[in-house]
């Protein structure tokens, strides 16, 4: 399966590279593009929801199985692993949403307001999506 496959069943596909997409993660209430998505030059899919969502469970979302990330084997040709599927651009793209939370927040404690309970929870999500961000960056 390509790419298109794939990318015809998610919303708010943007193209962000050569191969390279983010959009609405299906597994999740997405409120922005949390999916990033990345065909290799060898036809294999990488997904990665930078939200923590499982690929099983985005697949799932999408009716698509695991074998659908993958080309047909041809000769019994090896695939070479890539160390870093994700570049830090695409990660930022994905977590440009956080960003603009950790700056509300950081904004209201600035002026010496208090977060509520609910706003520091949000503010510690916020952070661990980009300690997870950084994470997938650095392989």
Not at 59 to 78: Q, S, Y
Not at 119 to 124: H, S, V
């Amino acid at each position: 399966m390509s790419s298109d496959a794939l990318l015809a069943r998610l919303d708010l596909v943007r193209k962000t590279g050569n191969g390279r997409w983010v959009c609405r993660c299906p597994a999740h209430d997405d409120r922005g593009p949390s999916l990033s998505v990345r065909e290799l030059d060898d036809g294999r899919v990488l997904l990665h929801c930078f939200a923590g969502c499982e690929v099983q469970s985005i697949l799932d979302a999408v009716g698509l199985a695991f074998e659908d990330l993958f080309p047909e084997r041809i000769g019994g040709d090896v695939v070479k692993r890539e160390r870093r599927p994700f570049n830090a651009a695409d990660v930022l793209r994905c977590l440009s949403f956080e960003a603009l939370i950790l700056c509300q927040y950081a904004t209201t404690l600035a002026k010496g307001d208090a977060l509520t309970t609910d706003a520091r929870e949000r503010l510690l999500t916020a952070a661990k999506r980009f300690q997870h961000g950084v994470e997938v960056t650095h392989a």
